[in-house]
C-alpha cells in the first residue's frame, strides 16, 4: 500500500493533519504556541522503542505512553499556569520544557539515533491504518464537542478569551484538557510512527514546524469551531500534494 | 544647554563607569594570550565570539524593541556561504564574500519581518531558524566530482589560535566600546523613542523606516561577524550553527545580564564556561540548563528586568 507514490501522499497528509489539528487546538484554546508538541512525540517514539526492545505488549505500551504524556502535558500546564502570563511567556516556558524533555532522552540514551523497524508489529499498511483511525476519532470528537454545549463555550474562547471568562466561560479548563488531549494525540502518533524513521531526540522539530506553517495559514480563513479543523485537514492535502509535486 | 547636552551629562557618570567596567574585562582578555595555555585560549575565544553573537542581539532588543530569536540566521548564514565560497576559491574571498552576502539577505529579510507585529517577529523568526536548521542538512555542493555538505558540513581552513584570538578581541572590544557610547549619546534617543513606541516617534518626525534598515543592518552584520569567526574557530561549518541552542543563548544573556554590556560579555564568558564544563562532565547536560532558564525566564524577569522581558510585562498590561 505505502509502495504506491498516491498512498504515501495520503500517509503523510493523515500525518501532518494530526500534527496540525493539534498545534492549532493548543493555540486556540490555551492561547499560546505549544513548542513542546516535539518533545510529546519524540518521546512517544522513544516510549515505542522501550516498549519493543523490553518486548512488552504493545497495547500496554500504548497505554503507558498515552498515561504517561497526558502526565507530562499536566506538568507543562502547571508550570505555564504558574509562570507564563502572556502567550510569549508560555511559548518560551513551552520551548524550555521541550528542550529539557529532549536533553533528558539524549544523556539517558547515549546512542545518537535508534532503529525498531524489524521488531515493530507496526508495518507501513498497519501504520497507515491507525494513523488514519487515529484522524478520524479526533475530527469524530472535535464534531460531537462542537455540537455539544461545550462548543459554544470552545468557540467563545477561540473567539475572544478574556470576553468568554467575563461571561463565566471556565477557559482554564478548557486549555488544561486542550494542553494534555493534543500532548497525548501527538505521543500516540510518535508511538505509532516510531517504526517509519531511526528515532533521535529532535525528530519531532520537522512536523511541528510545518504543522505551525499549516495551522497558521488556515487561521488566514478566520474561521472557528469544527470547520477551522476540516480546513486545517483540507489545507494539509493541498500542502502534502503540492511538496510531492514540487519534490 | 540643548537637549543633547543635557542628556549627554546626565549619563556621563554612568557612561564613564561602563567603560571602566570594560576597560577591566578588556585588560584581563588582553593577559591571557600571555598563559600560554590552548584550552584557556580556546575557551576564551568561543566566548568572546558568543559576546559578539549577543551584543547583536541585544542591539536589536535595546534599540530596536524586538526580541529575536532568530539570530542564528545570519550566524549561520555567513558561515555556510563563506565555507561553500571557500571550496571555489581563496580564504579572504570567501570570508568578505560570506558576510556580505550573509549581511545583505539577512537584513533584508529582519527588515521586511519589521512589518509585523513584535509578538509575530519572534514566532517568524525562530520558526524561520529552525526550518533553516532542517533545510540545511540537505544542503550539498559538487566540486570537481566530489559532493561535500550534507550532514556532515562543509570544511573551513584552519586557522592559528593567536590570530583568532586577537580577531576576536579587536572585534568584540571595539563593537561594545562603540555600542557603549553609543547607548550615551543623544544619537541613541531617536531609536529608543522608535523603540517604546513606533507612532510617536513618527509623530515627531523620527524617520523610522531609515532607523528600522539600520537597526537591521547592524544587528546582521555583527551576528554574520559572529558566525565567520565561530567556522573559523572550528575550521569547520555544520547544520547545528542553525540550532536552537545558538538562537536562544543571547536570549538566555540577556536575562541573566540585564542587558549592560559589561554584563552581557561577562554572562556569555559564564554561560560558555559552564556548558563546557558540564559538557565534560555529560555531554549535552548544559542544554538542560538553558531549558531550565528558559522556564524559569518570567521568574527571573521579575530580578533581572531585561528591557525585553519588561515590554512583555508592559504589553500583558
Not at chain 2, 222 to 247: K, N, Q, V
Not at chain 2, 254 to 278: Q, T
Request: proline residues 2%.
Amino acid at each position: 500500500m505505502i509502495a504506491t507514490p498516491i498512498a504515501y501522499l495520503i500517509y503523510s497528509s493523515i500525518f501532518l493533519s494530526i500534527f496540525s489539528i493539534s498545534v492549532s487546538l493548543n493555540f486556540r484554546i490555551s492561547k499560546f504556541l505549544n513548542l513542546a508538541h516535539a518533545s510529546a512525540y519524540t518521546f512517544g517514539a522513544y516510549l515505542a522503542y522501550y516498549t519493543l526492545s523490553n518486548n512488552i505488549n504493545i497495547l500496554i505500551g500504548y497505554i503507558v505512553t498515552f498515561l504517561l504524556s497526558a502526565c507530562l502535558g499536566v506538568v507543562l500546564f502547571a508550570v505555564v499556569i504558574k509562570l507564563g502570563k502572556n502567550l510569549l511567556q508560555a511559548t518560551i516556558i513551552s520551548l524550555g520544557y521541550s528542550i529539557a524533555l529532549e536533553e533528558v532522552l539524549r544523556i539517558t540514551h547515549p546512542t545518537g539515533y535508534y532503529l525498531i523497524i524489524s521488531q515493530s508489529p507496526f508495518t507501513p499498511e498497519i501504520r497507515e491504518i491507525l494513523s488514519a483511525i487515529l484522524l478520524l476519532s479526533i475530527l469524530l470528537i472535535l464534531a460531537i464537542l462542537y455540537k455539544s454545549s461545550v462548543g459554544i463555550k470552545m468557540k467563545f474562547t477561540e473567539d475572544d478569551r478574556f470576553l468568554a471568562e467575563i461571561y463565566g466561560v471556565n477557559t482554564e479548563r478548557f486549555a488544561f484538557y486542550a494542553v494534555i488531549s493534543t500532548f497525548a494525540v501527538l505521543s500516540t502518533l510518535g508511538f505509532i510512527t516510531s517504526s517509519s524513521y531511526a528515532i533521535s531526540p529532535t525528530i519531532g522539530w520537522n512536523p511541528l514546524v510545518t504543522s505551525i506553517l499549516i495551522s497558521g495559514f488556515t487561521s488566514l480563513f478566520r474561521l472557528t469551531g469544527f470547520s477551522h479543523f476540516v480546513t486545517v485537514v483540507l489545507i494539509t492535502f493541498i500542502y502534502s500534494t503540492v511538496m510531492y509535486l514540487v519534490i | 544647554m540643548s537637549i543633547a547636552d543635557r542628556y549627554m551629562e546626565k549619563n556621563k557618570k554612568n557612561r564613564n563607569t561602563m567603560l571602566t567596567q570594560l576597560f577591566i574585562i578588556f585588560s584581563v582578555m588582553f593577559l591571557i594570550p600571555f598563559t600560554n595555555n590552548y584550552f584557556l585560549n580556546w575557551i576564551f575565544i568561543l566566548s568572546m565570539i558568543y559576546s559578539i553573537l549577543s551584543l547583536s542581539w541585544f542591539f536589536m532588543d535595546e534599540f530596536g524593541g524586538r526580541v529575536n530569536l532568530g539570530i542564528a540566521i545570519p550566524f549561520g548564514l555567513s558561515a555556510y556561504i563563506t565555507s561553500i565560497t571557500y571550496l571555489m576559491s581563496n580564504l579572504w574571498v570567501s570570508l568578505i564574500f560570506g558576510w556580505m552576502i550573509s549581511t545583505a539577505c539577512t537584513t533584508l529579510f529582519f527588515y521586511l519581518l519589521y512589518r509585523i507585529d513584535r509578538v509575530s517577529f519572534v514566532f517568524i523568526t525562530f520558526i524561520s531558524c529552525i526550518l533553516l536548521w532542517i533545510v540545511s542538512h540537505s544542503v550539498v555542493v559538487k566540486v570537481d566530482g566530489f559532493i561535500y555538505g550534507g550532514e556532515e558540513g562543509f570544511s573551513l581552513s584552519s586557522t592559528s589560535i593567536l590570530s583568532l584570538y586577537t580577531t576576536s578581541f579587536v572585534f568584540l572590544s571595539s563593537i561594545s566600546i562603540v555600542l557603549a557610547m553609543f547607548s550615551f549619546s543623544h544619537m541613541s534617543l531617536p531609536f529608543k523613542a522608535f523603540r517604546d513606541d513606533e507612532k510617536s516617534a513618527r509623530s515627531v518626525g523620527i524617520k523610522v523606516e531609515r532607523l528600522k534598515l539600520l537597526i537591521t543592518l547592524i544587528t546582521s552584520c555583527i551576528a554574520s561577524l559572529s558566525g565567520i569567526l565561530y567556522a573559523l574557530l572550528f575550521s569547520h561549518t555544520s547544520p547545528e550553527m542553525f540550532s536552537i541552542h545558538i538562537s536562544i543563548f543571547p536570549f538566555i544573556v540577556s536575562i541573566l545580564s540585564r542587558n549592560s554590556i559589561p554584563r552581557i560579555i561577562l554572562a556569555s564568558f559564564l554561560l560558555v564556561a559552564l556548558s563546557d564544563y558540564m559538557n565534560s562532565a555529560l555531554p549535552n547536560s548544559y542544554l538542560l540548563l538553558y531549558a531550565i532558564i528558559l522556564i524559569l525566564s518570567p521568574k527571573l524577569a521579575n530580578f533581572r528586568v531585561s528591557s525585553a522581558i519588561l515590554r512583555w510585562r508592559i504589553s500583558d498590561g
